[in-house]
């Protein structure tokens, strides 16, 4: 198994671009998740999805879209990138059978906007 | 507000000695906690979790953790530290509400084992 993958590993982006990072996983996870990472702040979830075709808001949900049209992908697209979206960027999956929650994440990536 | 909280941004030890890295939790109910690992450049890594029975669950790597209902607390430890050990640790809790997969995650402790 791949696991999580994420692509890229790295982006630079000028304000007002937009970029798709991809997320794929191959463990038929139901529960897929979009994470930022700030210094000093810990993860914070972005959009999360619990299935294909359900998508829902995290807590920083502001600037970002998501899809789940299959149960391996989750792309997280930035629509007008600006530099408070500079961060390391995680995806993750698990499962959301009782017992089975914990979370396997990508390898991130790192992005900054100038 | 739900929120964990790591109190120590960073656990100096020597290596040989005993760690601990705390972990408290503000989540009504019973919620489901987890330790997760990060090495530098890298994702995250799980560690162990806590979703009932016995309340000091053993992980990977030699750590364990105790869970404490009454201090709402879910310090991980470690009896004989690594320098390998080196790394950012992450609290992590899933509150218990039907439907709910927000994971709710602590700022992180660093853990800097010195040779």
């Known amino acids: 198994n791949a696991g999580v993958t994420q692509t890229p590993k790295f982006q630079v982006l000028k304000t007002g671009q937009s970029m798709t990072l991809q997320c794929a996983q191959d463990m038929n996870h139901e529960y897929m998740s979009w994470y930022r990472q700030d210094p000093g702040m810990g993860l914070r979830l972005i959009h999360y999805?619990?299935?294909?075709?359900?998508?829902d808001q995290g807590e920083v949900p502001n600037g970002y879209n998501v899809s789940r049209s299959t149960t391996e992908d989750f792309p997280l697209r930035l629509l007008s990138a600006a530099p408070s979206q500079t961060s390391v960027y995680f995806c993750?999956?698990?499962?959301?059978?009782?017992?089975?929650?914990?979370?396997?994440f990508g390898p991130g990536t790192r992005l900054t906007v100038t | 507000a739900q929120s964990v909280a790591q109190p120590e941004d960073q656990v100096n030890v020597a290596e040989g000695n005993p760690l601990t890295v705390k972990c408290t939790y503000s989540?009504?109910?019973?919620?489901?906690l987890f330790w997760y690992v990060q090495y530098p450049n890298r994702g995250l890594q799980f560690l162990l979790k806590y979703i009932t029975g016995d309340n000091l669950v053993k992980g990977s790597y030699g750590f364990e953790a105790e869970f404490n209902k009454s201090q709402t607390s879910f310090h991980l430890k470690k009896p004989s530290a690594l320098v390998s050990d080196s790394a950012l640790y992450f609290c992590a809790v899933r509150p218990p509400a039907s439907g709910t997969y927000k994971y709710i995650f602590g700022t992180g402790t660093r853990l800097k084992v010195l040779a």
């Open positions: 989540v009504s109910g019973n919620p489901y």
């Open positions: 999805s619990v299935g294909a075709g359900i998508t």
């Open positions: 993750a999956s698990s499962y959301s059978f009782r017992g089975l929650y914990e979370q396997y």
